[in-house]
């Protein structure tokens, strides 16, 4: 029994050597991912669109009950606890969440209805299992959490105090606070629509600086992704001379 | 031949013995492909009925 169980884990997990089973099985759940978003890139729905849908889900539906029936292998220990604990992995979120559309095949259309069915583009996330960048790139944001967090507080700080000046200076421009802050976002960024723009030289003061501000802060978490990648990729090779 | 090796083995019509876990991920691996290929056609018909409306 356990011998088919692990099996079962083996094909379901990304091929590492020569398996042929789980090779045909990563290149089945590749393909159901993308053929998955081809609704996603249409106007209306056909028949088509519904077959994909049910194609895909069954695929997805056998995929996350046999995630769970081998979650003790994933997770390393024998125990109802390995099964508790591998349903509230972000994975395993992702991967519930991807079968949810399905419901939109049921129920009648509403806005909710709609909502769900954007759920697909989680499956997206499925393909993180199978390509060993995107698992470099992820343990990378991981290491830098910390100071990605930090600028995102300091980026964070600076758009409400830059709102709340333009807003105070600025009060026949912005009908609501948020206005401010939607400008105050578009400036620090550097986008700059210019569908929202100062009149006051304080205005433009403040817009100036925001811009100054922005290219210097936002270039910041880029600088720290690129050094934590290149430390991980040397780290690697490093490995591999050895 | 062991009894327990016997149990994993499937005889053919002219008496050549055949491991059952290999053609049962010969199955797998077939039916992998059906519905992959299958679930390509019907992406692509998809996409282009789709894109002509």
């Known amino acids: ?242 | 031949m062991t009894e327990k090796k016997k149990k994993n083995m499937l005889i053919t019509d002219d008496g050549t013995y055949i491991n059952k876990k290999e053609i049962h991920s010969r199955i797998f691996v077939a039916l992998c492909r059906i519905y992959t290929i299958a679930l390509i056609i019907v992406g692509v018909v998809a996409f282009v009925t789709g894109m002509a409306r």
């Open chain 1, 1 to 242: 029994m356990y011998d088919f169980k692990r099996r079962i884990y083996e094909v379901i997990e990304a091929s590492s050597t020569g398996d042929a089973s789980s090779k045909a099985y990563d290149v089945l759940m590749g393909t159901a991912v993308l053929v998955g978003m081809v609704p996603l890139m249409l106007k209306s729905e056909n028949t088509y669109t519904t077959l994909i849908e049910i194609l895909t889900v069954i695929i997805f539906v056998i995929d996350y009950c046999a995630r769970v029936y081998t979650a003790d292998y994933k997770m390393g220990y024998k125990s109802i606890k390995a099964y508790i604990a591998y349903i509230f992995t972000p994975l395993a979120i992702l991967d519930l969440l991807s079968i949810v559309p399905i419901v939109s095949l049921f129920l009648p259309v509403s806005s909710l209805i709609k909502l769900l069915k954007l759920f697909r583009v989680f499956r997206i996330a499925k393909l993180v299992r199978y390509s060993k960048t995107t698992v470099i790139i992820a343990n990378v944001l991981r290491k830098v959490k910390k100071q990605l967090l930090a600028v995102l507080v300091l980026i964070t700080i600076y758009i409400f105090v830059s709102a709340m000046l333009i807003f105070q200076l600025e009060p026949t421009l912005f009908e609501t606070f948020f206005d401010a802050l939607y400008w105050a976002t578009i400036s620090i960024t550097t986008i700059g629509y210019g569908d929202i723009y100062p009149k006051t030289d304080l205005g433009r003061l403040i817009t100036m600086v925001s811009a100054l501000v922005g290219v210097a802060v936002i270039a910041l978490p880029s600088g720290m992704i690129t050094a934590a990648y290149m430390n991980e990729i040397n780290k690697k090779k490093s490995k591999y001379e050895l």
